[in-house]
């Protein structure tokens, strides 16, 4: 529990106004010259913007008191109507198991994942874990995302370059039925609080048929294989962000791929300089390669790098 601040005449007091310090910009007021309190440039920027009640509003669980709890009260207060309709409260990402912070040198921006892993990637990593649930960015998640990635745009791929007859049969009726199930589950999982694990695993049902039919058939009548594409599109492209861009996405992965591979062997190559205490060499690649772009991090244990952001 918090100490109450004597200075207050009710516990549940908070700064609309306060006094300005050196260095910080101002404003006169009836008040004093001084600056909004933190919730109450939140509360006017939502409200200018949105409108005085507005559909969702988002931000870390860590934000739910006394931040959002004070943007209500000041904003209904001054309204007289609701604030907002729903709150959406996200778990924290985590790095190999601690909590990304800079004085950690575990901090990873959005612009430098995107230099290391395909948008792809990134989005089914970041949507394969409940929004309120915790994530933890790691090489095992990465690579399982990635995977996951590969086998939904490899079913795409196949489905799409597969022969087309004008009949449809049986085979075809069970796979259009299979697909109808999957989409009742998607929908059904999304409406549960944006349950994307779950709407996830709907779209590998309809991967697991389209795979099953195409190990059975080697044709596929024109109006089912375009539903069964249009369907698994709207999901994964529309709905959950995923970029179905079969060839562009296929050469950049291989492109990363041989990045990493080469930076991990050259700082390999560069730790041996290191523990011979050949520094003239050692200090020679580090230079070289920031020159090139990447920035070079010594620790402790182990040496990381990434790609310089751009200007």
Same mark, same amino acid.
């Given at each position: 529990r918090i100490e109450v601040n004597p200075k207050k005449r009710n516990p549940a007091d908070f700064a609309l106004w306060k006094a300005r310090k050196d260095g910080e910009p101002g404003w006169h007021s009836p008040w004093g010259w001084g600056r909004p309190g933190w919730h109450i440039e939140c509360s006017t920027m939502a409200m200018k913007y949105l409108g005085e009640t507005f559909d969702i509003h988002m931000g870390g669980k860590d934000l739910i008191f006394p931040h959002h709890?004070?943007?209500?009260?000041?904003?209904?207060? /001054?309204?007289?109507?609701?604030?907002?309709?729903?709150? /959406?409260?996200?778990?924290?990402l985590t790095v190999n198991g601690q909590k990304m912070s800079k004085s950690l040198g575990n901090f990873i921006t959005v612009r430098d994942a995107l230099k290391m892993y395909s948008p792809q990637v990134l989005r089914f990593f970041l949507i394969s874990a409940h929004y309120r649930s915790p994530l933890d960015f790691n090489s095992e998640s990465i690579g399982a995302a990635k995977a996951n990635v590969e086998k939904i745009l490899g079913a795409i791929e196949r489905l799409l370059s597969m022969a087309e007859r004008d009949e449809k049969g049986p085979e075809e009726e069970a796979l259009l039925s299979q697909v109808l199930e999957a989409k009742r589950k998607f929908e059904e999982a999304m409406d549960d609080d944006f349950n994307t694990p779950l709407a996830i695993a709907a779209v590998f049902e309809i991967i697991k048929a389209i795979n099953t039919y195409m190990s059975q058939n080697n044709?596929?009548?024109?109006?089912?294989?375009? @539903?069964?594409?249009?369907?698994?599109?709207?999901?994964?492209?529309?709905?959950?962000?995923?970029?179905?861009?079969?060839?562009?996405?296929?050469?950049?992965?291989?492109?990363?791929?041989?990045?990493?591979? /080469?930076?991990?062997?050259?700082?390999?190559?560069?730790?041996?300089?290191?523990?011979? @205490?050949?520094?003239?060499?050692?200090?020679?690649?580090?230079?070289?390669?920031?020159?090139?772009?990447?920035?070079?991090?010594?620790?402790?244990?182990?040496?990381?790098?990434?790609?310089?952001?751009?200007d």
């Open positions: 709890e004070n943007e209500i009260a000041q904003a209904e207060a /001054l309204t007289d109507k609701p604030f907002v309709r729903y709150w /959406l409260h996200n778990e924290w044709i596929i009548e024109k109006s089912t294989k375009k @539903k069964v594409y249009e369907t698994i599109r709207i999901f994964v492209e529309d709905v959950l962000g995923i970029k179905i861009r079969v060839e562009g996405w296929r050469e950049t992965e291989k492109q990363m791929a041989i990045v990493k591979g /080469l930076m991990d062997l050259i700082l390999e190559v560069r730790q041996e300089m290191r523990k011979r @205490k050949e520094w003239k060499i050692s200090d020679e690649i580090r230079d070289k390669l920031q020159k090139m772009g990447f920035i070079i991090e010594d620790t402790p244990k182990e040496t990381r790098w990434r790609l310089k952001e751009s």
